[in-house]
Every structure is written in structure tokens, then in C-alpha cells.
């Protein structure tokens, strides 16, 4: 979580405007979310879409809303593909996670009327796995190297996993562990690889984690999945599937029929909104207010 404190947090605002930047966003569940959380706190807002292209248009339209943030008529912003890295000049100063990972989620204000680029991508992943999984850490595989893949190294390299990131271009997984390695100091924790040709030999090294980031397997085409046909799945080992529909992703029926313990991304979707919230309004809503907020579809 940020250490930093929202500006307004003693008083705050008669009516919270906050909202999601990115592009497109016909199917956001954060409105639901970041509304529930509202009326648990008993605080009047609205959460807004702003779905905007990442064309000249857009990103003034982009640096014009960080303003209003900056002048305190907003009070608070998420940001999703394809704009996590575009706001990162925009903002006054970066949160060390996002300095890290290298993506900004959350926009918020703080004390002192600077807007802070933070990400609550990284710590909302690590609080769901610990919530459902509850695994200590050992040796993780990453499936993919986009975004996502980012917050989820870091998390796991900053608790103390050695953490390897494989990619269909291995030269993706590389740029990413030598840039989070880097940034973190993490370089003796993290290592990259080829997903076609390192899988098998990383699969067989007492793998006790493995998260995929990639979009194999998600709604519409649900037929996908990121582990081979011709490879067991590792013995003993927990499996978080970053994707929330549908709920069970093949990954995870077929990791569910080896017996193995594991979790979809829908909590973590919701940890990142509670972190987020709380940047804004210093109040941190319950698990159970945002689930019931995020039915399964
Ligand atoms: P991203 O930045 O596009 O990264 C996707 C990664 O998967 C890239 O490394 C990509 O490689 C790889 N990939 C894509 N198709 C592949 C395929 N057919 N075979 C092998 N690798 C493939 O996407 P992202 O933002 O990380 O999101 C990834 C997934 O995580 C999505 O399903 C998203 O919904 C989910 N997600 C969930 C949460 C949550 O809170 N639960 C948060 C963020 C994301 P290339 O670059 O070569 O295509």
C-alpha cells in the first residue's frame, strides 16, 4: 500500500469524483466497484469512465483530467491499457512500486497538492494470494511478460520469490526482469525465458507457484490455455490464473483435476480497487462489499 496519505483525507470533499482512464472500456467492473465502496463509507461521489484513444486528442485530454486532479476537482483516478505508462510524465512525483513495476494504476492528490502515480496492481496481487492461496514463498513461474507480468514479478520478487518469467518472445521476458531487477534490486530473484523451449526443463525444478498473465483462456475464447497439451502441470505446486472470466479458466479446471490448489484473478481485481479507494479517501473498504459488488458473470 502507499505510504503517502491523500490530501484531504481530515476533511475530504462534499462529493468524491473519481474515475478510470483507458481505452476502450465497454466492459469495466470498477464503476461497480468504486460505487459500492461509496455508499459502504457512507460518502457521496460518482465514479466516471473516461475512455479515451491514445491519439494527440486523447492524451491532452488525459493531461487535462491530471490537472483537474492537481487542482482538486477530481479526487482521484485509475488508469488501464493502453494508458499505464503514458501518465507516468504527467504526474509530479511516482510511488516506489511504480517506479518499479513502471506502470501507474492509480492517480491520487496528495498532502501536499502534488499528484502521486501509484500501483496497487503489484501489492493487490500479493494480498489475493495470500488471502486464497496462502503459499510461502519459493519458486514462482510467470506465464507472459505484458503488464500484468510486471506487477506480478515485482510483487513476488519484493516478498521474497524467485520468480521465472517465460515469454513467447524470450527477448520480452528478458527486458522485464533486467528492468524490474534493476529498479528494485532485484536481480539475483529474477530470471527470464523462452515459454516454448524453457518450460519443460523450468517445470520440472520444484516449481511451487505458477501465475499465468496471459489472455490464453479468456472470455470468448475460453478453448485456450498457456500450459501444454503434452506436459503435466507441476506436482504440488499452487496455480493463480490473473484472468476473472470466466471464473474457471481451463488452466484452472485442469489444474483443479491434478489436485492442485487454485485461484482466479477476480480477487485481485477487487484488492487493487480497495488499495486505490483508500489512496483517495483514506477509508479502505471490506473484501465483502467489493465481491458482492463483482458477481461471476
Ligand atoms: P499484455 O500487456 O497484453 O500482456 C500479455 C502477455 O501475454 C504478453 O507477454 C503476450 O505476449 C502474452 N501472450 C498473449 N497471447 C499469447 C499467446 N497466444 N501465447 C503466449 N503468450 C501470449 O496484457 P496484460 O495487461 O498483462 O493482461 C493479461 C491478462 O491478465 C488479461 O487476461 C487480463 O484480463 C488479465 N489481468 C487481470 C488483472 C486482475 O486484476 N485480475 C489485472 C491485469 C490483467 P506478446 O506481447 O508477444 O503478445
Known amino acids: 500500500m502507499t505510504a503517502e496519505a491523500p490530501s484531504e483525507q481530515a476533511a475530504g470533499p462534499r ?21 459500492a465502496a461509496l455508499a459502504a463509507a457512507g460518502l457521496a461521489g460518482e465514479y466516471r469512465l473516461y ?32 494508458h499505464k505508462q503514458n501518465v507516468m510524465p504527467l504526474v509530479d512525483r511516482l510511488s516506489r512500486v511504480a517506479r518499479a513495476v513502471g506502470a501507474v494504476n492509480t492517480l491520487f492528490r496528495a498532502a501536499d497538492g502534488a499528484v502521486v502515480g501509484d500501483n496497487t ?12 492461496l496462502g503459499v510461502p514463498p519459493g519458486l514462482a513461474l510467470v506465464l507472459g511478460a505484458g503488464g500484468s507480468a510486471r506487477a506480478v514479478t515485482y510483487a513476488l520478487g519484493s516478498a521474497g520469490w524467485q520468480v521465472r518469467v517465460l515469454a513467447r518472445r524470450a527477448e520480452q521476458a528478458e527486458g522485464l526482469v533486467a528492468e524490474i531487477g534493476r529498479a528494485a534490486g532485484l536481480e539475483a530473484y529474477l530470471f527470464a525465458g523462452d515459454l516454448q523451449r524453457d518450460l519443460p526443463s523450468f517445470a520440472a525444478s520444484g ?23 503434452n506436459l503435466s502441470l507441476p506436482a504440488g505446486a499452487a496455480v493463480y490464473d490473473l484472468i476473472y472470466n470466466p471464473r474457471e479458466t481451463l488452466l484452472l479446471r485442469q489444474a483443479r483435476a491434478a489436485g492442485l490448489h487454485a485461484a482466479n484473478g477476480a480477487g485481485m481485481l477487487i484488492e487493487q480497487a480497495i488499495l486505490a479507494f483508500h489512496c483517495w479517501t483514506g477509508i479502505e473498504p471490506s473484501f465483502e462489499t467489493m465481491e458482492r459488488a463483482f458477481p461471476p458473470n
Open 15 to 35: 462529493c468524491y469524483q473519481l474515475g478510470l482512464i483507458g481505452y476502450p472500456l465497454g466492459h469495466s467492473r470498477s464503476p461497480a466497484l468504486h460505487h
Open 121 to 132: 496492481d503489484a501489492p493487490g496481487f500479493l494480498r489475493d494470494l495470500k488471502r486464497q
Open 207 to 229: 516449481v511451487d507457484l505458477l501465475v499465468n498473465t496471459t489472455p490464453l483462456g479468456m472470455f470468448p475464447k475460453i478453448e485456450g490455455c498457456p500450459w501444454p497439451d
Open 51 to 82: 475512455a479515451l484513444p491514445p491519439d494527440e486528442t486523447g492524451l491532452a485530454q488525459i493531461a487535462g483530467l491530471v490537472a483537474d486532479l492537481r487542482a482538486g476537482r477530481l479526487h482521484g483516478l485509475n488508469v488501464t491499457i493502453p
